[in-house]
């Protein structure tokens, strides 16, 4: 693994889960070892071959060959007849997040302006949204620390994950929309950039993005990997595209054993247990210095409750629990969005309810004739929960399919 940190082997020990994924098998087979143990290795395991006659062997070799000829088909074709209407929701979507508007050309393979400048060291991270870019931070920090000339390439499909990505990286990464997943597009991604490897991040897996790198020789690992019981069976119904799919990766990093066992039923390979990436992030003193200012705007002495980072329909349903509950005396509630253009909608829904929840920013101060606050740079992040007494995460109380109940 000497290319992906560009030091000797026989260097520093290297612990934690980041490292556990940078030491990931069939990345070690093809750039050396550093020698960091993993939690577990967990191979396929062996069959006995099946004995058919030559009739039967012929016929089984062919059934699923064109199953997956016609599912990949099928599949490709529902992209080229949504390709007129891609555009449009691009810029649809750009009415509340203008970011969608912007390099409109790389969503179809066409690079130019700061992406086009990466040199020919390149290493490929997709995070698909916010959540998995934060999740990435601890990886993409070891990488960039150890070896600084090398390109880290970030891509993304949401606006507010290239947020995230710019705020926590900055220039030290190059980033970029991922093309969406049709041939002609995910080629030019690859032919434009040339990545060593490739690092998908939880659950992202594209057919047509997947087939063209294996075409290419280039190592596909999917990382941080999870997958619900839910997920499983709806891969399992469209078996002839998935398991095609997840047999093209080169290795996979999983959370949980579970999900081992789930992704190895869809044909999975080299299967790494690692854990969870987000364990190995660490709360810089600038958050704690934060949550010290934000308890200080509260009231050092008031028992205050963030509902920090909620979703769309999640506010309604936690003031309706909260009408029903009885809360101390002077008790201090401050919700904040996840999104920042769901503000003013949240702001209409306390209006609409005639809850008296006055906006404040970080650095204002709360009367104490305020039951309530709504800020989302109150409520956000690991700074505004530490200013509380007890924090309710987003996504607590309403599924919204990314993300298994309870994480």
């Given at each position: 693994?000497?290319?992906?940190?560009?030091?000797?082997?026989?260097?520093?020990?290297?612990?934690?889960?980041?490292?556990?994924?940078?030491?990931?098998?069939?990345?070690t087979?093809?750039?050396?070892?550093?020698?960091?143990?993993?939690?577990?290795?967990?191979?396929?395991?062996?069959?006995?071959?099946?004995?058919?006659?030559?009739?039967?062997?012929?016929?089984?070799?062919?059934?699923?060959?064109?199953?997956?000829?016609?599912?990949?088909?099928?599949?490709?074709?529902?992209?080229?007849?949504?390709?007129?209407?891609?555009?449009?929701?691009?810029?649809?979507?750009?009415?509340?997040?203008?970011?969608?508007?912007?390099r409109?050309?790389?969503?179809?393979?066409?690079?130019?302006?700061?992406?086009?400048?990466?040199?020919?060291?390149?290493?490929?991270?997709?995070?698909?949204?916010?959540?998995?870019?934060?999740?990435?931070?601890?990886?993409?920090?070891?990488?960039?620390?150890?070896?600084?000339?090398?390109?880290?390439?970030?891509?993304?499909?949401?606006?507010?994950?290239?947020?995230?990505?710019?705020?926590?990286?900055?220039?030290?990464?190059?980033?970029?929309?991922?093309p969406?997943?049709?041939?002609?597009?995910?080629?030019?991604?690859?032919?434009?950039?040339?990545?060593?490897?490739?690092?998908?991040?939880?659950?992202?897996?594209?057919?047509?993005?997947?087939?063209?790198?294996?075409?290419?020789?280039?190592?596909?690992?999917?990382?941080?990997?999870?997958?619900?019981?839910?997920?499983?069976?709806?891969?399992?119904r469209?078996?002839?595209?998935?398991?095609?799919?997840?047999?093209?990766?080169?290795?996979?990093?999983?959370?949980?054993?579970?999900?081992?066992?789930?992704?190895?039923?869809?044909?999975?390979?080299?299967?790494v247990?690692?854990?969870?990436?987000?364990?190995?992030?660490?709360?810089?003193?600038?958050?704690?210095d934060?949550?010290?200012?934000?308890?200080?705007?509260?009231?050092?002495?008031?028992?205050?409750?963030?509902?920090?980072?909620?979703?769309?329909?999640?506010?309604?349903?936690?003031?309706?629990a909260?009408?029903?509950?009885?809360?101390?005396?002077?008790?201090?509630?401050?919700?904040?969005?996840?999104?920042?253009?769901?503000?003013?909608t949240?702001?209409?829904?306390?209006?609409?309810?005639?809850?008296?929840?006055?906006?404040?920013?970080?650095?204002?101060?709360?009367?104490?004739?305020?039951?309530?606050?709504?800020?989302?740079?109150?409520?956000?992040?690991?700074?505004?929960?530490?200013?509380?007494?007890?924090?309710?995460?987003?996504?607590?109380?309403?599924?919204?399919?990314?993300?298994?109940?309870?994480?």
């Amino acid at each position: 693994m000497t290319w992906f940190l560009g030091y000797d082997p026989g260097g520093r020990a290297r612990h934690g889960v980041a490292a556990a994924v940078i030491d990931m098998p069939p990345l070690t087979a093809r750039f050396g070892s550093i020698g960091t143990p993993v939690t577990s290795v967990m191979p396929a395991p062996r069959q006995r071959p099946k004995r058919f006659s030559p009739r039967q062997a012929r016929i089984c070799a062919a059934s699923p060959v064109a199953e997956r000829m016609i599912a990949r088909f099928a599949y490709t074709l529902l992209w080229w007849l949504a390709l007129p209407f891609l555009p449009v929701r691009l810029w649809w979507r750009g009415r509340r997040e203008p970011l969608y508007r912007s390099r409109i050309g790389e969503r179809f393979g066409r690079y130019a302006g700061a992406a086009c400048a990466v040199g020919n060291d390149v290493l490929w991270i997709h995070a698909v949204s916010v959540g998995e870019t934060r999740a990435v931070a601890p990886l993409i920090e070891r990488l960039v620390r150890e070896n600084p000339r090398r390109t880290i390439l970030l891509t993304h499909m949401t606006a507010t994950g290239r947020e995230a990505g710019r705020a926590l990286f900055g220039n030290r990464v190059a980033q970029a929309w991922l093309p969406y997943d049709i041939p002609f597009a995910v080629r030019r991604f690859l032919t434009h950039f040339h990545p060593r490897a490739g690092l998908l991040v939880e659950t992202e897996l594209w057919p047509n993005l997947t087939a063209a790198a294996s075409r290419s020789g280039m190592p596909l690992l999917l990382i941080n990997a999870r997958l619900s019981e839910r997920s499983a069976r709806g891969y399992s119904r469209i078996a002839p595209l998935a398991r095609p799919l997840v047999r093209a990766l080169a290795g996979v990093a999983a959370q949980t054993p579970e999900d081992a066992d789930r992704l190895r039923a869809l044909g999975a390979r080299e299967i790494v247990v690692t854990g969870n990436l987000k364990f190995d992030v660490g709360i810089p003193s600038a958050m704690h210095d934060r949550g010290r200012v934000l308890r200080g705007n509260f009231g050092i002495d008031r028992r205050v409750l963030v509902l920090a980072s909620t979703r769309d329909g999640e506010e309604a349903l936690l003031l309706d629990a909260l009408a029903r509950a009885t809360l101390p005396s002077g008790a201090l509630v401050v919700i904040g969005p996840r999104h920042p253009q769901r503000f003013d909608t949240v702001a209409a829904l306390l209006t609409e309810r005639r809850a008296a929840f006055p906006r404040r920013t970080a650095s204002s101060a709360v009367t104490a004739d305020n039951d309530g606050v709504l800020g989302a740079s109150l409520a956000g992040g690991v700074g505004g929960c530490s200013g509380a007494g007890v924090a309710l995460g987003g996504r607590c109380c309403r599924s919204t399919g990314e993300q298994r109940k309870g994480r």
